[in-house]
């Protein structure tokens, strides 16, 4: 796997930092929420006098409680049809290595996640892309786009939702449509819902697990780490109804054991976490998303659709190479003895040469520090050498 | 993958159960010796207020810890040569896919631990067996053997010292033969030292680590999970000498995003055990281990060879099957209302017929039951149907 652009970065950003530079991390997807205290208090109380293995699909009864928290939210399944996974991304492997074939193929609308490459990669699946695109705040590529691509060796579709990086939330239409080439090709839908319960603006999610006639096909992926603010616990869950990819990954998930004892306390016990929690992360960041978004609006030249969902956006700079700037502004650049950290979109295409002018930009900072980011990014768009305004 | 001969089993032993019946569990490998206090209570004073993801490699100052506690029983390496992995079961995930490509070949020697079927299957990478004999005490077997074997496909051996499930552990002669080995046909060395701690009669552990002239060649698998007795924590680690394969196996970290940190905390902390604590766990083993042994050559037609190291041994019964009689003495045999789960070693050999007159036993019960297993396992050996005495 080669390395990615924002990996490149990190050298720089510690020179930076070295140098006595103050820098914003706006690259990275590590909320600065706190976790739940009922979570961390569950760990705390855990009365267990030996950390022992748990069941390889997860603790019964947090099973049990994810079902009854899924029913909660309109998600009509029970406990057997969850497995309980270390992160979000053991879940995304576990579904891969149970459906697809090495060589085989899936389609991932970019840009995407770039871990998904390394879990292909760990998978030996292909991953094959197709375009969104900032004018059309990254929604669903049409139909089109899809069949172009599909082949014999296709077995299905993954989507993020709401998305890293673009923070686009798909339609229930956009989800129907995705139905209908899954239904027509009999292929897997692979829905990454881990970022479900940041969605602005009235704006509700919906489920891939809700489209009917798909209880076969769609396999959703979750995790308690953006949910609660708890990446480090290591724990996420695959749900799907075809009981048959459930028994295959059951088979991966015995082979590694268990999922982190510890961290399914605290994800059960999060299921508890207070509404007022909720309210309150969800107003620090619908004010940090308006914040953000005006800000970038306001540079000359700079593009930034509105996301409605998970707290990232992508944004369009008025320069030659984002590669190039987030380099130049970490090693070259200071205002105030400051300076910004950013996720080039490059890292987030699998089709060469996209991207170049787009960084991925994380709203997971205070307002106060978002402002003076923002500040500083303003200078830096005036100051950069490769500027194309 | 298919299904192993003791899950197999399980049904059978809830079924036991649910007839009121006590059953003995000497089929796994969850010891019931205390996770330190230590470990646990650093857990409960973990300040963070935002559980978030470590460094993809372990936290820094946990592989530090880690590397002095190598240092200090003779494994000269550095933080650097350390990667922290979701227990002992990604450490060999991510160095068989940092090492061998899919198709290429790994020999193992049988019986061995099932579980290495399963990773090799998730990194693509087929096992090929080599057998070692209850005879010999499950000894290495000859480097002919190996040679026999060895194609230009091969790209590595993995070894298990202490072994699970034999119990076997290798000489310093056997390692250097070993050693010897994979210096002429360049291969990798993944020895699997989870069991180090565990070694009994005064015999000292010899890791692999220290053969010389074999720093690029040798990867060590580790865990806490059996040393402290924390399965459930999910930490283990890998270590090598060989820059390129840390780094390879870096970004197969980093697609994970990061290992448990409740967990790391568990395993850091661990490391200040006091060493009155394994003494008792050593004594505690130790008599377990000989009762055991003597008990099971007391049986008529039973031999059971003396396991230097880790917690279990390789039985031959005087059985047709030991996959029917395993399932017999669940489903059709009580004893005092009493019965024994115990693991037919068929799933532990990757060669078609081998082991079918074995099971192994893990001696993770205290005596006092250890006792009543046993009485009833003889029991049962003269009540079997298809005895062969």
């Known amino acids: 796997m080669p390395a990615s652009p924002i990996r490149k970065l990190v050298p720089f950003a510690e020179e930076a930092k070295r140098k006595g530079r103050k820098v914003y991390h706006l690259n990275i997807g590590q909320p600065d929420i706190k976790t739940p205290e009922v979570a961390r208090e569950a760990v705390r109380q855990m009365p267990d006098q030996v950390i022992a293995y748990s069941h390889s699909a997860g603790n019964e009864s947090y099973r049990r409680k994810l079902a009854t928290f899924y029913q909660g939210i309109g998600i009509q399944v029970d406990h057997e049809e969850i497995l309980v996974t270390t992160g979000g991304s053991e879940a995304i492997t576990f579904s891969l290595m149970s459906t697809v074939n090495p060589d085989e193929e899936v389609i991932v609308p970019e840009p995407f996640y770039a871990n998904y490459n390394g879990f292909s990669v760990a998978a030996g699946v292909k991953v094959v892309p197709i375009t969104s695109d900032i004018s059309s705040g990254f929604a669903l590529p049409p139909m089109g786009e899809f069949e172009r691509v599909i082949t014999p060796r296709t077995r299905g579709i993954i989507i993020c939702n709401p998305n890293n990086p673009t923070g686009y939330l798909y339609s229930k239409e956009e989800l129907e449509t995705l139905g209908e080439i ?21 704006e509700s999610h919906f489920s891939a697990m809700n489209l009917r006639g798909l209880e076969q096909n769609v396999i959703m992926l979750d995790s308690v780490s953006k949910r609660y603010s708890m990446c480090g616990v290591r724990v996420g869950n695959l749900v799907t109804r075809n009981k048959e990819v459930i028994s295959t990954a059951l088979k991966f998930a015995q082979a590694r ?15 508890d976490t207070p509404a007022s929690y909720f309210r309150e992360v969800y107003d620090e960041y619908i004010e940090r998303r308006n914040f953000l978004v005006k800000a970038l609006n306001q540079m000359p030249g700079v593009v930034c659709p509105t996301p409605k969902g998970a707290f990232y956006t992508v944004v369009r700079l008025p320069v030659d190479d984002a590669d190039k700037f987030a380099k130049w502004i970490l090693s070259d650049f200071e205002y105030k003895n400051q300076t910004v950290m950013m996720a080039p979109a490059s890292g ?8 170049t002018q787009e960084v991925r930009i994380a709203y997971v900072l205070q307002k106060e520090e978002l402002a003076l980011a923002m500040e500083t990014l303003a200078e830096a768009l005036k100051a950069y050498p490769g500027r194309t305004l």
């Open 182 to 202: 899954v239904r027509k090709h009999d292929l897997y839908l692979f829905s990454d819902e881990v970022y479900r319960e940041f969605c602005y603006d009235g």
């Open 257 to 271: 054991l268990s999922p982190p004892s510890y961290g399914q306390v605290a994800g059960e016990a999060a299921l």
């Open 348 to 355: 987030f295409y699998s089709t060469p040469g996209l991207g």
